[in-house]
Nanobody, 121 residues
Framework: QVQLVESGGGLVQPGGSLRLSCAAS????????MAWYRQAPGKQRELVAT???????NYADSVKGRFGIARDNAKNTGYLQMNSLKPEDTATYYC???????????????WGQGTQVTVSS
């Protein structure tokens, strides 16, 4: 069984920064694409950023130039650096990844439990 656990959320003032982490655990052989999503109250979950196993990144227009996605394959961990935060970035942030298990040798799409980010003065 594989598991994703996010951390690093919290309350921050507009213009501030936060760094989210997403740690994968379990019987992991490798991790393919990783992604961060967010969901604000009353809104649909939206894709924020993605990163391939080779490090290619992609961002939603709303966060380009402010957020950075990264990963440490040796630690099975992904990161989301969020700078110049705005009130509209307030949401629960979720990590998502395609994880290749050692045994049984399957690919599982896993979600973390979410971490709350609140941007407010």
């Amino acid at each position: 069984q594989v598991q994703l656990v996010e951390s690093g959320g919290g309350l921050v003032q507009p213009g501030g920064s936060l760094r989210l982490s997403c740690a994968a655990s379990g019987s992991i052989f490798s991790i393919n694409d990783m992604a961060w999503y967010r969901q604000a109250p009353g809104k649909q979950r939206e894709l924020v950023a993605t990163i391939t196993s080779g490090g290619k990144t992609n961002y939603a227009d709303s966060v380009k130039g402010r957020f950075g996605i990264a990963r440490d394959n040796a630690k099975n961990t992904g990161y989301l650096q969020m700078n110049s935060l705005k009130p509209e970035d307030t949401a629960t942030y979720y990590c998502n990844a395609d994880i290749v298990s050692r045994w049984p040798p399957t690919i599982n799409n896993a979600w973390g439990q979410g971490t709350q980010v609140t941007v407010s003065s």
